[in-house]
């Protein structure tokens, strides 16, 4: 088992120098934020104890009931993408590969995320003693990120004994984009070994098309190990960085983990960190992981019906008159995805209304990736009305949390 240090990370506090800020600071800051409290036992994770003789506070205690930090958090967020206040550390392992399935599985301290269930959402805050487990799925073959939910499974023994079972949630990140990932407890230090099984993709969750559309037809089982130890929970604790305290809470997103996206449909960035680093030269890999992020606005075919927005989103529309997607018509595509990164927004329920009547169907293809689409014939001068039935449901990280669930229709005319 190799471990992978964390990515490369700019324009941040050092964790030192935020905790010496935040000590000379709290009453400033405490009309803006609020303490998260990770281990859902109201003490606010992890305690920070000055160091006896110099008076500087400390690092925070590695493991208590969840072994996760105390860090700020945006008291009241915008209902839109923001920046947070830090970035998490986390660990790679090795890419696992089975039949035509490549993961990356990480782990990180168990933190707080939010659940979704029609437009309501939940949080999910640890309680005990474990870790972040979370997993990148792709082709094997093409490199392409499967953001849509596969029914993973996943076993967590040791030595032998069954410690753990559950299905991971598919999951978007600022830095990861789609993933999966739980909080998964673990009753003591020690090796263990995961058991992550993937079943076919299609069926009523998603229509395959392209070169896609007779693959991904087998499940498949991954397997691989991992340390629980004092030097992980250190790392990770350690690795966590901060913003610059006067970005908390702005319009913007964190940059991918992978150095790919970071680019907004109108060309702008991501509005995150200034990367003052060199290109690193991978191609936009980070450890051999793709990131998620779609095609820009302007890389796909047919005709432009604009870029409309609700809930923070931003929704690609084109009309392709003649297709391989539909056999005797045209081809109205919608592409939803996150401002700055374009993270492909899965799970959704669209429809259109108008000129075109129908329920569009979440399509994975081999060239245009994740969007909705419907068949039908369009003239110039016909207008429609997107409406989104169901925001994306997917879990969330911080940062995204409070977008994408109140989304009004949209109106688009056909030029």
Known sequence: MTRHPPGRRTDRLSRRAFLAAGAAATGALAGCIGGDDEDGNGNGGN????????????????????????????????????????????????????????????????HKFWLV??????????DSTGVHLMATVWDAETGEVLPVDTGAQLRLT?????????????????????????????PEQGTYTVEFDLTPLGGDTVRKTGEFADRFTEPRTVRFEFEFDQEFQESVVNGV???DEDRWGEPGALDPMAGMGGMDDNGGDSGGMD??????????????MPFSDLQPA??????????????????????????????????????????????PLADMALSVEGSLEGELVQTLDSE???HYGIAGDLASGEQLELVVESPPQVARHRGYETAFLEMPSMGVEVP
């Open 368 to 370: 245009l990736g994740h």
């Open 47 to 110: 305690g920070t104890n000055g160091d006896e003789g110099d008076g500087e506070p400390s690092s925070p205690d590695v493991v208590n009931s969840s072994n996760a930090p105390t860090t700020p958090s945006v008291e009241d967020p915008p209902d839109a993408v923001y920046l947070p206040t830090h970035q998490e550390s986390m660990e790679h392992l090795e890419t696992v590969e089975a039949g035509e399935y490549a993961v990356m599985p990480m782990l990180t301290y168990p």
């Open 275 to 288: 990367d003052e680093s060199e290109d690193d030269g991978n191609g936009g890999m980070e450890m051999g």
């Open 298 to 343: 302007d890389a796909y075919p047919g005709q432009d019906l604009g870029t409309p927005t609700s809930g923070d989103a931003t929704f690609v529309v084109r009309y392709l008159e003649e297709t391989r997607l539909s056999e005797d018509s045209g081809y109205l595509l919608v592409s939803p995805r996150t401002p700055y990164n374009r993270v």
């Open 241 to 243: 960085e901060y913003l």
């Open 117 to 126: 269930s029609g437009t309501e959402r939940e949080a999910v805050t640890p």
């Open 158 to 186: 040791r030595d032998g004994d069954l410690v753990d079972q559950r299905a991971p949630w598919p999951m978007i990140s600022q830095t990861m984009g789609f993933h999966f990932g739980d909080n998964v407890p673990l």
